[in-house]
């Protein structure tokens, strides 16, 4: 690897990660389950969740990205043409491809279920009953379609032996029970019943190898016949989560107390809580109430926000959240017990109501210390209103304190 590509890798591998983290509030497929929609349940059968008991036989994957030359005992190439979402899976390697190459039991043949290469499907059902279980597999011989279907591995005698015998050599459906007067068996032979509504596993398991499966179907109308590709799976994924609007940049912190919430107007020139913005702001349309200091404050309680009262308590770090404007860089003091522990002016933004972050350092606090947060509602002359210019509101958030 030379240079150039190492360094490609990196940035690639960098670009990943900052995709994965700009997308928490995503849902990934672990996020996501199948669910019953309409009594009706479609599973991709690539998207199992686990395997279990797959060191002699093995499901694998095939889809866009797979080769014929994945080395396993095999007796035909890949059939990703007509596979639903494109990929399946083939229990491999196999070893009895027909009649005339021996049966070795629990290697190559598995009389009964859930001994080698165990799926498991979670599956929400809203609804309890019996559903009849559709396969839709590719059999090009007569010793590879045999399958036992399980439900919380548990092998109910109505699930074991699907058989699949029409259709050779292409993508079919079927819901046959092998029995021993009829190897083929009749449609609507395999069903499970659901207990009770809530997240169950489904679970396949090993008759055959070389059975290739693309994809399931869980129905409770007996009159259900799949065609084609069947129905798209029927899988829920949740809604992107919201993301937090106020305190955006606050990663990490011990108590916020929100401006509306925590601080009481005093003084001549009053705050009002402006709700849309979740702020205390100056109402500037008062021509008095401009340019000059308009002062709220807090009375620390006994308890100091905590459960028990307490003598004092030190935040390592305080922080005044403010909200900036386009139409003024308003100025605010925050002051304990009447001194000034730090004075900020807002910065110039393209921006209205984002917020900016000032510093207060660390802080000692007892009960009955007064907090006073003063702002200023101040116009830059950049904005135009009613023959004058618009003014910034003085608009505040909250202090942020950290222990
Ligand atoms: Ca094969
Ligand atoms: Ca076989
Ligand atoms: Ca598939």
């Given at each position: 690897m030379n240079m150039n590509s190492i360094n490609k890798k990196s940035i690639f591998t960098c670009l990943l990660f900052s995709l994965s983290t700009t997308n928490t509030s995503h849902a990934s497929i672990k996020d996501s389950i199948i669910t019953?929609?309409?009594?009706?349940?479609?599973?991709?059968a690539e998207n199992y969740s686990a395997q279990f008991n797959a060191d002699t036989r093995r499901w694998i994957v095939f889809n866009n990205q797979s080769n014929n030359a994945h080395g396993l005992a095999d007796s035909d190439t890949l059939h990703l043409e007509g596979a639903s979402n494109d990929a399946y899976i083939e229990l491999l390697p196999d070893t009895r491809t027909n009649h005339y190459e021996p049966l070795v039991h629990d290697v190559n043949f598995s009389s009964a279920p859930g001994k080698l290469a165990v799926l498991t499907y979670p599956v929400y059902f809203d609804t309890p009953g019996t559903y009849f279980v559709w396969a839709r597999a590719y059999s090009s011989g007569s010793e590879d379609n045999g399958l036992?279907?399980?439900?919380?591995?548990?092998?109910?005698?109505?699930?074991q032996r699907l058989q699949l015998c029409e259709?050779?050599?292409?993508?079919?459906?079927?819901?046959?029970?092998r029995q021993k007067e009829n190897h083929c068996?009749?449609?609507?032979?395999?069903?499970?019943d659901i207990p009770e509504s809530g997240v169950h596993n489904i679970t396949l398991s090993m008759?055959?190898?070389?059975?290739?499966?693309?994809k399931i179907i869980l129905t409770q109308d007996p009159d259900y016949k799949p065609e084609g590709l069947g129905p798209s799976e029927t899988r829920y994924t949740p809604s992107p989560l919201s993301l937090k609007k106020t305190f955006v940049e606050v990663q990490e912190y011990s108590l916020i107390l929100e401006a509306p919430q925590s601080f009481e107007s005093v003084g001549d020139v009053p705050f009002y809580h402006d709700r849309r913005n979740d702020a205390l702001g100056i109402d500037a349309r008062e021509v008095h109430y401009r340019n000059v200091w308009a002062t709220s404050q807090l009375k620390v309680p006994e308890k100091m926000w905590g459960?028990?009262?307490?003598?004092?308590?030190?935040?390592?770090?305080v922080t005044l959240v403010t909200l900036g404007e386009i139409d003024g860089e308003s100025s605010y003091k925050v002051l304990l017990n009447g001194n000034e522990i730090g004075s900020f002016t807002n910065s110039e933004t393209?921006?209205?109501?984002?917020?900016?972050?000032?510093?207060?350092?660390?802080?000692?606090l007892k009960p009955g210390d007064i907090i006073a947060v003063q702002a200023k509602a101040v116009t830059n002359g950049k904005i135009p209103e009613s023959g004058g210019t618009a003014y910034a509101r003085g608009r505040w958030r909250g202090l942020v304190f950290k222990e």
């Open positions: 019953t929609e309409n009594g009706i349940a479609v599973i991709e036992h279907v399980g439900l919380n591995n548990t092998w109910p005698s109505t699930s259709g050779k050599n292409k993508w079919t459906w079927s819901s046959n029970q068996g009749k449609p609507n032979t395999i069903w499970l008759r055959e190898d070389g059975f290739e499966l693309d459960k028990k009262v307490s003598a004092q308590k030190t935040f390592k770090n393209p921006t209205d109501y984002q917020e900016n972050y000032f510093d207060l350092g660390s802080l000692t």
